[in-house]
């Protein structure tokens, strides 16, 4: 389940969830930390993993697709829509009250998020870093100006009754769902100046806003351990911030179910739950 290892040593193997969580609580006791999420963190709450073991194959929107292409901007919003109203549902797990608890504690200084679904905020976290973006916001892409997704909502359901019929949907990790008929879709428009509309999320091809890294790499620089939880480390931001406190050589903890790219220089890595995981150490740790 675990492996340790230190410069120049063989890693060493622990039997049991305790024993790796109790490793995890000495590396990091006395050590403020920062917190990274993915996708992982939020799958019991009912959200899907993209890459976790298991995932199933989904081909998400590239921003170069949503830009260049208005019948895939239809079958976005469509797919968004029903999507939204599902997302809203979901609350959070005890991964993410253990992060809200570690850092009402003062042992974590906050967590930086790959995700959009707002769970971190929902579960108590008060210093969200959320680096690709949250759902519950879109901007528009010609003057910039920023709408509360209920708003859009509501717009698109008086202007698309068909999409309000009760229906199963099959929810994607970034809110959206896989629908095949939109063409009659009529997607919303800025109401200011009339440009296009976008959910403030960075889609796969899009870069992270330069002002939204810089805030998790001040995140990752005022702490001296690095927790990385439900992540498989695939997005380049999540490795750029790996980066970061690899070269300070202060300790990593990667807890995610399967293999991750940082893996190799991880100080302890324990392939199990978030949700468990978490949970143990906050108990250890603010206790």
């Known amino acids: 389940m675990t492996s340790t290892s230190t410069a120049g040593e063989p890693a060493v193997r622990s039997a049991g969830l305790d024993e790796a969580v109790d490793a995890m609580a000495a590396i990091l006791t006395g050590r403020p930390i920062a917190i990274l999420t993915g996708a992982g963190i939020s799958t019991d709450s009912g959200i899907p993993d993209y890459r976790g073991e298991g995932s199933r194959v989904v081909n ?6 949503f830009l260049g292409d208005p019948t895939a901007r239809k079958r976005y919003w469509a797919g968004s829509h029903l999507g939204w109203r599902r997302f809203t549902e979901v609350r959070p797990n005890a991964g993410h009250r253990a ?18 679904d ?8 008060r210093r969200v870093v959320d680096i690709h973006g949250s759902s519950d916001r879109v901007r528009c892409l010609r003057c910039g100006q920023i709408f509360a997704r209920d708003g859009i909502a509501q717009r698109m359901a008086d202007a698309n009754p068909w999409l309000n019929a009760p229906e199963s949907v099959e929810l994607n990790p ?12 009529i997607v919303p428009e800025c109401t200011v100046c ?3 509309l976008k959910p403030e999320v960075v889609f796969f091809g899009e870069f992270v806003p330069t002002e939204k890294f810089a805030e ?3 995140l990752v620089r005022g702490a ?18 790996l980066d970061q406190a690899a ?3 202060i300790p990593i903890v990667i807890v995610n179910r399967g293999t991750t790219k940082g893996d190799a220089r991880a100080t302890l890595k324990i392939d199990a739950g978030t949700s468990e995981v978490l949970g143990a150490l906050a108990e250890r740790l603010t206790s």
Do not use: C, F, W
Request: charged letters at 15%; a negative charge; proline letters at 1%.
């Open 194 to 196: 009339g440009g296009d």
């Open 247 to 249: 070269k300070r050589r």
């Open 224 to 241: 001296e351990a690095l927790v990385i939880a439900g992540s498989s480390l695939t997005v380049n931001s999540g490795i750029r911030l």
């Open 118 to 125: 707002g769970l971190h905020l929902r579960a108590g976290s």
């Open 99 to 116: 992060v809200a608890a570690l850092e009402l504690a003062g042992v974590a200084n906050g967590v930086v998020t790959q995700n959009v």
């Open 216 to 218: 998790a790499s001040a």
């Open 60 to 65: 998400p929107m590239t921003i170069s697709h």
């Open 174 to 185: 970034d809110g959206d769902v896989a629908i095949e008929a939109y063409g009659d879709m």
